[in-house]
C-alpha cells in the first residue's frame, strides 16, 4: 500500500540533495517502493544535523514511482538488482542513480536504509535444508559492505557493540539467520549469513555484484557502504527512534573519526 506522503510526488526523477560542496558521504533510501515507513524517520534526523555537519547527499526517494504505488518494484523489477555491469536494459531509476555517483567522486561512504518486511527467517535445519522461522517483528540488522583489499570488520566493530547494546536496552532485538531465501536461482541477494544483526560484505572493486547499489559503490571506488534493515512492522514512533539510536551509535561516531574541522 502506497504511503500518503508519496502519493503526488512526480515519479519521472530521483529526488536527491546536495549539501555542503564535494559531499563526503550518501544517505540513500525508497529504492524498495514498499519500504517508504523508513523515510520520514530518517529525514527527520537528517534535517536537525548541526550546520556543520559533513557534507552529503540525501538520495531518499531513490525509487519513486514504486514509491508512489507502494510496491517493491513497477513490473516485478528489482531497481536494487541493477546496478551490474552484467544486467542488460537498466532502468531510467539506476541510470540516473549510476550517473549522480559518477558526478560526485568525493562520496566515499553510503548509509542505505531499507525495511525488512518479511515477517519469516531463514536459518539452517538439521539436515542442511533452509528452514524458516517466525522473525521477531523488532529485530535489527545491517550491511557492511567493503573492499577487502583495504579494510576488514575489526574497524567496524568499535561502533557496532555500541550500536548493539543501545538497541537491546532499548527493546529491540538482533536478527540472527540468513538475510532472505527464495527458491529462485536468479535472487542474487539471498542466504547471506547475519550473525548477531551484522552481516559483513567482503569484495574488492572488481567483485561481489549482486546488482544491489549498496555493493555496486565498492566497485567504483568508494570505501565502504551501510544497509541498515528497519523492521517494518513497528510503529513510526518506534522506527524513528531505531533511526536515531543508528545515528547516536554509529553513524556519526564512525564519521567522527574523519572530521577535520
Ligand atoms: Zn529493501
Excluded at 5 to 10: A, K, L, M, T
Excluded at 157 to 182: A, H, R, V, W
Excluded at 205 to 216: A, L, P, R, V
Amino acid at each position: 500500500m502506497a504511503l500518503f506522503e508519496f502519493v503526488h510526488i512526480p515519479e519521472k526523477n530521483i529526488f536527491y540533495d546536495v549539501i555542503g560542496t564535494n559531499p563526503f558521504c550518501m544517505f540513500f533510501a525508497g529504492i524498495h517502493g514498499h519500504e517508504g515507513g523508513v523515510y520520514r524517520p530518517l529525514k527527520n534526523i537528517l534535517n536537525n544535523l548541526p550546520s556543520n555537519f559533513f557534507s552529503r547527499i540525501e538520495l531518499l526517494k531513490a525509487n519513486p514511482p514504486s514509491l508512489k504505488l507502494g510496491v517493491r518494484g513497477v513490473e516485478n523489477r528489482d531497481i536494487n538488482r541493477d546496478f551490474c555491469e552484467k544486467t542488460k536494459n537498466k532502468s531510467w531509476i539506476s541510470k540516473e542513480i549510476m550517473e549522480l555517483i559518477d558526478l560526485y567522486p568525493s562520496i566515499e561512504y553510503v548509509f542505505s536504509f531499507h525495511e525488512e518486511t518479511d515477517k519469516e527467517g531463514y536459518r539452517e535445519g538439521k539436515m542442511a535444508e533452509i528452514e524458516t522461522f517466525e522473525r521477531d517483528p523488532n529485530s535489527f540488522y545491517m550491511y557492511d559492505a567493503f573492499n577487502s583489499d583495504e579494510s576488514s570488520t575489526d574497524e567496524i566493530m568499535p561502533f557496532y557493540y555500541p550500536l548493539c547494546l543501545s538497541l537491546i536496552e532499548n527493546g529491540f532485538t538482533l536478527y540472527d539467520g540468513y538475510d532472505d531465501y527464495k527458491d529462485d536461482p536468479h535472487e542474487t541477494v539471498q542466504l547471506n549469513p547475519v550473525t548477531n544483526g551484522y552481516c559483513k560484505q567482503p569484495s574488492n572493486k572488481t567483485g561481489f555484484e549482486d546488482g544491489s547499489f549498496e555493493n555496486w559503490v565498492i566497485t567504483q571506488g568508494m570505501k565502504r557502504s551501510f544497509v541498515f534493515e528497519i523492521p517494518s512492522g513497528i510503529t513510526k514512533e518506534r522506527k524513528q527512534e531505531m533511526v536515531k539510536i543508528i545515528f547516536q551509535k554509529f553513524i556519526i561516531p564512525f564519521l567522527n573519526q574523519f572530521k577535520t574541522f
